[in-house]
C-alpha cells in the first residue's frame, strides 16, 4: 500500500525549532518530487515547499523561505521539514505529499498530517 | 506568484443536485490546474488533474473543464459523501498556490 505518515510535531515556542519527518511505503521513493503543505486552524491550504527525485533542485513559499529547510534521504525512504525560528503563524498542520510522474503533475498521496503548534 | 480565486466560496446543495465551483488563474497556467476534496479532520483527496482528467477511482460525476484561465468543477448528481471542502491549485510555477477553497454544505 502507497503512504505517507508525518512524524515531529508537537509545541514548540516561539523562536524555536523543529524538525519533521515523513517516511514513506509502497512505492519507489527516490522517484518521486515530493512537496509541503500546511492549513492553519480552519483555515485553507497552503503550498510550503517541494523537492525534486535526487534533492537538487528545491523551493519554498515566501513565508518561510530562510527559515525551514526541506530534505530528503532516499536511502531512508524519508522527507524532512527542519522548520526553526518558529512564529505563531506557523501553527498549522502539516502535510506532506507526492508529486505525481507527470506534467503536469498533481500530489496524488498525503499523509494524515503532523500538527505544529508555536505557542509561549 | 499566480492568484487563484475560488467561487463560490461556500455552497449550499441538496443530494442530487449538479454543483459547479469555479477557480481563476491570475495568470495563464495552462492545464497546470488540479482540484483536491477535504473532509474535517482529514487530508485532502486529489480529485482531478492537468484541469480535466480524473484520478483512478475518483467516481465519474466529477468532471472539470478549462476555458482559458477560469476551471470548472462540476459534480453531477451530489450524494451525501460528496459534502466537503473543495480546492484548487495551479501546478504551473511555485509558489504551487492553492484556491482559498469552497465549502459544499448541505
Redesign the interface.
Known sequence: EVQLVESGGGLVQPGGSLRLSCAASGFTFSSYWMHWVRQAPGKGLVWVSRINSDGSSISYADSVKGRFTVSRDNAKNTLYLQMNSLRAEDTAVYFCARGQQLVPPGLDVWGPGATVTVSS | ?IQMTQSPSSLSASVGDRVTITCRASQSI?????W?Q?KPG?????L???ASNL?SGVPSRFSASRSGTDFILTISSLQPEDFATY?C?Q??S????????TKLEI
Request: charged share 10%; aromatic share 24%.
Open positions: 506568484d495552462s492545464t497546470y490546474l488540479n483536491y477535504q482529514k487530508a485532502p483527496k486529489f482531478i488533474y492537468a484520478q480546492y491549485q501546478s504551473y511555485t509558489p504551487h498556490t492553492f484556491g482559498q477553497g
